[in-house]
């Protein structure tokens, strides 16, 4: 019997191929309530009584917090502006003892769930007050839970200056469990509050003002070589005042003492405290020991297209300069010295500047190249980061490219989320990057789900970027979901107002930041299995659909191998009739479909009004899809595979509003491409998924000279190979391997570490290794 050849995977330790630098890191946004009510330490909801109905419909100025009458006792509360607290801060809380007794007063309901208390720890109470009444009498601060057991200490104070005032008080859980914030009193008084917080004593690090501790180590943990912020959409979106509660994420607004900073409506339908501004961003990223990668506007806002003048620049231009003197400047320049005095004399040594976020079109890249010019004059050293929309190909993708490569930008900041399928069918997008000019920047990214498959399928497109000479620098998104206020998921990790835990595609995130290392060096496998490309299949049903109103006529399908036709007259869409099926199933490869459309609505702006042409369509959840108007004034082609979502180009829309517009689209198996009023609008080349035998990869680490393997292995069967490390013979080996689960496996609050790495070690490097089926293995050799 032939004894059976193994494929050999050799590894050059000497042979160093690029330098890996800051490439995996963390995408930060305050959505899901990801900073109040999450990372950010604040216990208390709602405590400037600053929220309002533009924030979301639900909330007024009372939301979370309800009035306190025990026994015979009674007060009313209101909520007053005649004498605020600052500019800034125009809300405060009215307090009136009317009937003395048994308490009565106010409580916080803190966020959903209630206020999370330890037995034994400690919390630090502080509240501005002002006395409104003669005489001030004792106000009580404790906590209860929904039975009215007694969950903390109780401490008090007397109001008594009538001037705004702080007090600051400690305060000790007695009980573990939920609980509301109580301030009663036993007497008749009027007070007014402001600034109601409470916040644990153990905050990461201990920092004031800080980090819930248990989601911070959760992100230190995963040693991350940058952490990008504050957003996201959330960047761009709102008004271009920076005085408007609904303005843009302007940075300078986050600045100075809490109770300084101006309440914001966050794009995501909640209130942002901006408690968490981009000083605690600065201090946390020192903390866990990572790169501050802050985002900035460029004065246009796609959700709704305003736009600064382009005469008008100068006040983003300094949005930019002032935030680099702020993070960078010395103590005697302005913004160094406001650092300063919020108690960092050192510079954060910031070294990336993104501006802008997913902005596609030409009045954003007027804008983007006025700011990038200056700071780059102004700057040399920070390297900048240009966007190409949100979408992997097409029209608008390569526009952000080629004002990039105009401007010099350092790098590309791409962003999309797709299915396993075309992560699969694209494992190898960035190694036709070149090596030269701009990097990409895969600044936000996800295959659509939590599941441990989700999870192997990124590990694999990770040693892919890995091994990219032109992508430098990546992070999955989102980061943090509360599971009580869910906005967007897949996320990576998840808490309630006690408990977190992270999903498989965390341990995977995590695995490749702990192990990243510092080159990557060369490897190449002899006798690997070679796996044939298929092609898409066109064929099926053609349907027309609607989210708005549009008048479809002279609808023709051509056959363009036969010349066969099939063609109808036309058709309304609209709300009361959102589809229209023209061909219920078509055999054909090669096909051309023309036809003409007007929309009959106003104008898209915030809204995605789309027109959609399904083809190839097989049932509802598999089918092609040409969305012909969509978000800000872009169009794309998508597929839909078992469910899975997958975009595969976007372009700017041609809007049919007002006129009638000719379209044809052309579907060649794998290749498709789309007209309008007979000028080629864009083409895709759509690639099936392929598994390959072996996905690998291997780097050094400069400060403890190991050698870090990588591999993952998508086939349902182990992969076996011979190890040829080449000059490296000795060395005990460390192993982190995730496998044996099941495709749809999940991590939850009650099985927080149902998908987690087995680590085990070895004395010595085996000749041969075996990767389990469907496994992700990190080997670091001493």
């Not at 330790?13 to 490439?23: A, N, S």
């Not at 107002?497 to 995130?509: D, I």
């Not at 990869?697 to 190890?723: C, F, G, H, W, Y």
Request: charged share 25%; aromatic share 12%.
């Amino acid at each position: 019997m032939m004894k059976e050849e193994l494929p050999v995977l050799s590894v050059y330790p000497d042979k160093p191929v690029k330098e890996l630098g800051d490439l995996f890191g963390l995408f930060f946004e305050d959505l899901n309530h990801a900073a109040d009510g999450g990372l950010y330490g604040e216990l208390v909801q709602n405590r400037s009584f600053e929220f309002e109905k533009v924030d979301n419909p639900e909330y007024h100025a009372l939301y979370a917090w309800e009035k306190v009458e025990r026994g015979d006792s009674a007060a009313q509360i209101h909520v007053e502006t005649s004498q605020p607290l600052n500019r800034n801060n125009q809300h405060y809380l009215t307090v009136e003892i009317t009937r003395g007794g048994e308490g009565s007063g106010v409580k916080n309901l803190g966020y959903a769930g209630g206020i999370w208390l330890e037995k034994g720890k400690d919390y630090k109470f502080s509240c501005w007050y002002a006395k409104l009444s003669a005489e001030g009498k004792p106000v009580r601060i404790l906590l209860e839970d929904g039975n009215g057991e007694i969950c903390s200490t109780e401490v008090s104070f007397i109001p008594e200056e009538q001037e705004w005032t702080e007090i600051v008080l400690d305060i000790t859980a007695v009980r573990t469990g939920a609980a509301s914030l109580y301030l009663v009193s036993d007497e008749v008084q009027i007070f007014k509050m402001d600034m109601v917080s409470l916040f644990p004593k153990d905050t990461f690090l201990g920092r004031a003002n800080g980090m819930r501790s248990d989601i911070a180590q959760m992100l230190a943990d995963m040693k991350p070589k940058f952490m990008r912020f504050p957003g996201g959409c959330l960047v761009h979106c709102g008004s271009l005042n920076a005085e408007d509660r609904v303005s843009q994420y302007r940075w300078k607004n986050t600045l100075g003492t809490v109770e300084q900073r101006p309440a914001k409506r966050n794009l995501w339908g909640y209130n942002q405290t901006l408690g968490l501004g981009y000083y605690e961003f600065f201090c946390f990223c020192e903390d866990i020991h990572t790169q501050p990668l802050p985002i900035i506007s460029a004065g246009w806002d796609p959700h709704t297209l305003r736009a600064a003048p382009l005469d008008q620049m100068q006040e983003w231009i300094d949005e930019a300069l002032d935030l680099i003197e702020f993070a960078n400047g010395g103590t005697d320049t302005k913004w160094g010295s406001v650092r300063a005095e919020m108690g960092h004399p050192e510079p954060f040594d910031l070294k990336y500047l993104g501006i802008g976020n997913e902005e596609v079109g030409d009045s954003f890249f007027e804008r983007f190249e006025i700011v990038h010019q200056a700071v780059k004059e102004r700057y040399p050293e920070i390297r900048l980061i240009g966007t190409s929309g949100p979408g992997c190909d097409g029209e608008v993708f390569r526009q952000g490219w080629d004002s990039a490569r105009k401007m010099e930008s350092s790098y590309v900041d791409e962003h999309y989320y797709q299915s396993t399928d075309w992560m699969l069918a694209n494992m190898h997008r960035y190694e036709s990057y070149p090596a030269d000019g701009p990097k990409a920047f895969l600044g936000e990214y996800a295959s659509r789900d939590e599941k441990y498959y989700n999870a192997l399928v990124e590990a694999a497109f990770m040693i892919g970027m890995e091994k990219a000479p032109g992508l430098g620098l990546a992070c999955y998104a989102p980061l943090l979901c509360n599971s009580e206020y869910i906005n967007w998921k897949p996320d990576l990790i998840w808490f309630d107002n006690h408990r977190v835990y992270g999903t498989p595609c965390y341990q995977v995130q995590k695995l490749f930041m702990n192990h990243q290392g510092d080159y990557e060096v060369l490897t190449n496998m002899e006798g690997a299995a070679v796996l044939a490309d298929t092609n898409l299949d066109v064929s099926g049903g053609i349907r027309f659909g609607t989210n708005s109103s549009f008048s479809v006529s002279a609808v023709k399908i051509v056959n363009r191998d036969t010349g066969e036709c099939i063609c109808c007259d036309g058709f309304e869409l609209n709300a009361e009739h959102q589809e229209a099926i023209v061909a219920e199933s078509l055999p054909w490869q090669r096909y051309t479909i023309s036809f003409r459309a007007k929309r009959r609505c106003a104008s898209n702006t915030e809204k995605a009004l789309q027109l959609n042409l399904k083809f190839g369509w097989k049932d509802e959840q598999n089918y092609l899809n040409w969305i012909i108007e969509g978000w800000s004034q872009v169009s794309s082609i998508t597929a839909m595979q078992e469910g899975r979502f997958s975009d595969l180009g976007m372009y700017y829309a041609p809007s049919s509003s007002g006129q009638e517009t000719e379209y044809r689209l052309e579907a060649d198996g794998s290749y498709i491409e789309a007209f309008v009023n007979g000028v080629s609008h864009g083409e895709v080349v759509y690639k099936m998924p392929v598994v390959e035998q072996l996905y690998y990869s291997a780097s050094t680490e400069s400060e403890s000279s190991d050698l870090i393997m990588k591999a993952v292995n998508l086939q349902t069967d182990p992969v076996t190979v011979r190890l040829n490390i080449e000059g490296n013979k000795t060395g005990s080996v460390d192993i982190w391997e995730l496998a044996g689960y099941e495709h749809d496996d999940v991590n939850t609050f009650d099985l927080c570490e149902k998908v987690l790495p087995r680590h085990y070690t070895l004395d010595a490097i085996p000749q041969k290794m075996t990767f389990a089926p469907e496994s992700v293995t990190m080997l670091r050799i001493h």
